[in-house]
């Protein structure tokens, strides 16, 4: 008789504080994951908890607009968003929130999509603090890899920080 039970959840046996150069992000995440630095002009960071699957990430950016979002600003970032949503193939917005506690302005979002035929699953926020943007974006292979990776992704997204502080001091 084939066995029905599920695999069992990925854990964190440790964890790792990752700190760019300048300063920007600063985040934990478990060292056994693929850590992939991006030499762009902004900081740009991925994490791939299983090295054989490269559609199933977390993506952090960082962009230092130069001075802090002014008000009038922040309906172009929720248009750009919608218009971003808009591209991909097939989306379905689950959820998209305005966050109060998260920065200065922030936007989340959970979509499915299709990509080289297959559905896929994402989260996405995208907010500001100080001058700084932030874009984090967990994202599985399929649903089924969503959901797998969940709990640890969605762990790591809540520990990205703007601080320039060392973290745990």
């Not at 035929?117 to 874009?135: D, I, N, P, W």
Request: net charge negative; proline share 6%; aromatic share 10%.
């Amino acid at each position: 008789m084939a066995s029905t039970k599920q695999p069992a959840r990925p854990r964190f046996t440790s964890v790792k504080t990752y700190k760019h150069a300048a300063g920007h992000p600063t985040f934990w995440y478990p060292p056994e994951w693929q850590l992939q630095e991006t030499d762009t002009p902004h900081p740009a960071v991925s994490l791939y908890p299983d090295p054989s699957d490269e559609a199933t990430f977390i993506s952090i950016t960082v962009q230092d607009m130069g001075q802090p979002l002014a008000a009038e600003e922040s309906s172009l970032l929720a248009e750009g968003i919608e218009e971003g949503l808009n591209q991909l193939d097939q989306c379905v917005v689950e959820r998209l929130d305005a966050l109060d506690d998260v920065g200065d302005w922030c936007r989340e979002w959970v979509c499915t999509f299709l990509q080289d035929g297959t559905t896929r699953r994402r989260r996405a926020r995208l907010f500001c603090a100080a001058q700084y943007l932030y874009s984090v974006v967990i994202q599985g292979a399929t649903t089924e890899r969503y959901e797998y990776w969940r709990g640890m992704m969605e762990w790591v997204m809540l520990t990205v920080s703007n601080t320039t502080v060392e973290m745990g001091s």
